[in-house]
């Protein structure tokens, strides 16, 4: 009697090679189909069978064109065809904006990748399907989010403006009569009367303070930056003729290397390195306080460094201080609004750069920020040639 004869077993590495090939189809998180010339569906994965709700039994009475919407039915098949005539690799998310259609006739966005494979049988097609619908959708929600934010943004920004512009004209007459009182009615008051009324005056210059800070900061949000060429060396010159009497009053040092020019908005890049000076000398306690500042060059960047040698900031607070209203002593300790470095950081952000701090109490403070010259060298080197 003769043998059956199987096909397998006279190449039993083939038939496993392509046992392994079908492991690793069905084993695909995406969906994929084999398609022929014809465009019919000679092979699928569980992944497309889930995706597109058809039974496997199914599959075999489709062509391609079957998923896709009724609509785009002709256009697709031609495209199909032109394909076929010049097949090349496709990435997935390359081409036209897709939908699928599942078995019950409900169409979604996939992405699709398109390999071309050569085959004993001829040219076939690999396809692979990816469901976008959720991405789609929380792109949708983040677009509506981010809106929603701007939008929440903006209005804040205009009721910081508006809201302090109000509170300013109750805030002067209330320290314009305080001031009446003071020199009408002093000599006729008790010393805890006018007490009161220093308390008052005091009580409307803070807040006075505190109003004008909050328009900087509101003003910094809504305004434009005039971008232009800005000197830092005349700058920080500028900024020490400025407060040179704070300098005399506390006998101190400020000085700077030479600081390189750079682009960006000159009225904020100056109020950026006035904060900072400032801050390093008002909290000081040295006999001779001390501000310096130099620059470094990075790779993409200008590094900048103002050091002072003051009262120095606990590590807990170095990344709180930068935040608004974010004080860490009391008036009667060191006076101002807690918007200072909050000014300062959004001036940084705004010009593309960050801004930290490396301090230790007691030892002084070192405030780095950084600031992009890839756009300065540009300008520069237009006017060199």
């Given at each position: 009697m003769q043998a059956n004869h199987n096909p397998s077993e006279e190449h039993p590495l083939e038939s496993q090679a392509e046992e392994y090939i079908q492991y690793t189809f069905d084993a695909s998180p995406i969906?994929?189909?084999?398609?022929?010339?014809?465009?019919?569906?000679?092979?699928?994965?569980?992944?497309?069978?889930?995706?597109?709700?058809?039974?496997?039994?199914?599959?075999?009475?489709?062509?391609?064109?079957?998923?896709?919407?009724?609509?785009?039915?002709?256009?697709?098949?031609?495209?199909?065809?032109?394909?076929?005539?010049?097949?090349?690799?496709?990435?997935?998310?390359?081409?036209?904006?897709?939908?699928?259609?599942?078995?019950?006739?409900?169409?979604?966005?996939?992405e699709v990748a398109l390999t071309p494979i050569e085959t004993s049988s001829g040219l076939h097609i690999l396809v692979s399907i990816v469901d976008i619908s959720e991405r789609i959708h929380f792109e949708e929600v983040l677009t509506k989010t981010n809106q929603a934010l701007k939008e929440s943004n903006e209005e804040l920004k205009q009721f910081a403006y508006v809201a302090s512009h109000d509170l300013q004209t109750p805030l002067r007459s209330i320290s314009g009569f305080a001031h009446f009182l003071k020199e009408d009615y002093g000599n006729l008051l008790d010393d805890k009367a006018n007490e009161y009324i220093e308390r008052i005056i005091t009580s409307c210059e803070r807040q006075r303070v505190l109003i004008n800070d909050l328009l900087t900061y509101s003003r910094l949000e809504n305004r434009k930056?005039?971008?232009?060429?800005?000197?830092?060396?005349?700058?920080?010159?500028?900024?020490?003729?400025?407060?040179?009497?704070?300098?005399?009053?506390?006998?101190?040092?400020?000085?700077?290397?030479?600081?390189?020019?750079?682009?960006?908005?000159?009225?904020?890049?100056?109020?950026?390195?006035?904060?900072?000076?400032?801050?390093?000398?008002?909290?000081?306690?040295?006999?001779?306080?001390?501000v310096s500042m130099t620059a470094t060059r990075e790779k993409e960047n200008w590094l900048f460094t103002i050091t002072d040698n003051g009262i120095g900031i606990s590590l807990e607070y170095h990344n709180r201080i930068f935040e608004i209203f974010r004080r860490l002593h009391t008036q009667e300790e060191y006076s101002g609004s807690g918007i200072g470095l909050a000014i300062c950081r959004k001036i940084v952000q705004r010009h593309h750069g960050k801004i930290w701090v490396e301090s230790i109490p007691g030892e002084g403070s070192k405030f780095h920020f950084t600031l992009p010259?890839?756009?300065t060298n540009k300008l520069l080197n237009q006017e060199a040639s």
């Open positions: 969906g994929m189909i084999l398609v022929n010339s014809e465009q019919k569906i000679v092979m699928n994965n569980q992944s497309f069978r889930s995706m597109f709700g058809y039974a496997d039994a199914e599959i075999s009475k489709l062509v391609i064109n079957d998923l896709v919407p009724v609509g785009i039915r002709p256009d697709h098949s031609n495209y199909f065809e032109q394909y076929m005539r010049q097949p090349v690799a496709r990435a997935m998310g390359e081409g036209r904006f897709l939908q699928g259609v599942k078995s019950n006739g409900n169409s979604f966005p996939v930056s005039s971008i232009q060429k800005s000197d830092l060396n005349q700058l920080f010159d500028e900024v020490k003729k400025s407060i040179s009497l704070t300098i005399e009053e506390k006998k101190a040092q400020v000085f700077r290397e030479e600081l390189p020019v750079v682009e960006g908005d000159s009225s904020q890049l100056y109020q950026l390195l006035q904060n900072l000076i400032e801050n390093g000398l008002k909290y000081n306690q040295q006999p001779q306080p001390i010259f890839s756009q």
